[in-house]
T-cell receptor, first 113, second 114 residues
Framework: DQQVKQNSPSLSVQEGRISILNCDYT??????FLWYKKYPAEGPTFLIS?????DKNEDGRFTVFLNKSAKHLSLHIVPSQPGDSAVYFC????????????FGRGTQLTVWP | NAGVMQNPRHLVRRRGQEARLRCSPM?????VYWYRQLPEEGLKFMVY????????ESGMPKERFSAEFPKEGPSILRIQQVVRGDSAAYFC????????????FGQGTRLTVV
C-alpha cells in the first residue's frame, strides 16, 4: 500500500537552475510531511518539513509547498548545486499512528555543472 | 545523522543464521524506530519502540523478526533463520518526542544473506 508516491525516479538539472521534486499521497489523515536527503551508503538526513495547516515552508534554498486539496507536495531547490545530487525521499506522518513515517520510493536528483 | 549509531555497518550471514542489528539513539532520545529499505524501494516502517516498550510493531514480519529497547543499552533488531529476502539496508532512527517530527537516522546496517 504505497500511500506516498514519488512518480519520478530521477531528475537531472543544471547547476544554478531550479529543481522541483514532486510527491503525491493518498491518506487524508496525514498531518505532517517531511523531506529527507540521502547519499549512497548513508542514512537519510532531514531536510525540511511542513505541517498540514500550512501551505509553504521555506528554509534557505529549500521550499516545500503543500496542496492539500490535490494531496500533493513539492520541494523546490533554488539555485541547485552539484552537492545537492542525492536521492530525495518524501515522507508523511499520520496523527493516528504517531511515530510511523510513510516514505515514497525516492527521486534521484543529479545536478550537473 | 550525527549521534544515532548503528553497528555493524555491514553484516553477512548464511541462510539459517541469526542476525543482530544494534542501534544507539541520540543522547536524550528515548524513541527508536526501525526501517528497512529493499533495493529500488523506499524505507518501510518496521517497529517503533520506547524504552522497554514496543509501541507499534505493525510493520514487522510476524515470524523470525523481533525488536527490543532495554532500559540500558542499545536497541536490538533480531532476525532469526535469515533468508535471502532479508537482504536489505536496515535503518534506525531516534527522536526526543512521540510525534517523530524530527527523527534522526543512523547510517544503516547493510545485511547480506548468502
Amino acid at each position: 500500500d504505497q500511500q506516498v508516491k514519488q512518480n519520478s525516479p530521477s531528475l537531472s538539472v543544471q547547476e544554478g537552475r531550479i529543481s522541483i521534486l514532486n510527491c503525491d499521497y493518498t491518506n487524508s489523515m496525514f498531518d505532517y510531511f517531511l523531506w529527507y536527503k540521502k547519499y549512497p551508503a548513508e542514512g537519510p538526513t532531514f531536510l525540511i518539513s511542513i505541517s498540514s495547516i500550512k501551505d509553504k515552508n521555506e528554509d534557505g534554498r529549500f521550499t516545500v509547498f503543500l496542496n492539500k486539496s490535490a494531496k500533493h507536495l513539492s520541494l523546490h531547490i533554488v539555485p541547485s548545486q552539484p552537492g545537492d545530487s542525492a536521492v530525495y525521499f518524501c515522507a508523511a506522518r499520520s496523527g493516528s499512528t504517531l511515530g510511523r513515517l510513510y516514505f515514497g520510493r525516492g527521486t534521484q536528483l543529479t545536478v550537473w555543472p | 545523522n550525527a549521534g544515532v549509531m548503528q553497528n555493524p555497518r555491514h553484516l553477512v550471514r548464511r541462510r539459517g543464521q541469526e542476525a543482530r542489528l544494534r542501534c544507539s539513539p541520540m543522547k536524550g532520545h528515548s524513541h527508536v524506530y526501525w526501517y528497512r529499505q529493499l533495493p529500488e524501494e523506499g524505507l518501510k516502517f518496521m517497529v517503533y519502540l520506547q524504552k522497554e516498550n514496543i509501541i507499534d510493531e505493525s510493520g514487522m514480519p510476524k515470524e523470525r523478526f523481533s525488536a527490543e529497547f532495554p532500559k540500558e543499552g542499545p536497541s536490538i533488531l533480531r532476525i532469526q533463520q535469515v533468508v535471502r529476502g532479508d537482504s536489505a539496508a536496515y535503518f534506525c532512527a531516534s527522536s526526543a518526542n512521540r510525534g517523530n517530527t524530527e527523527a534522526f537516522f543512523g547510517q544503516g546496517t547493510r545485511l547480506t544473506v548468502v
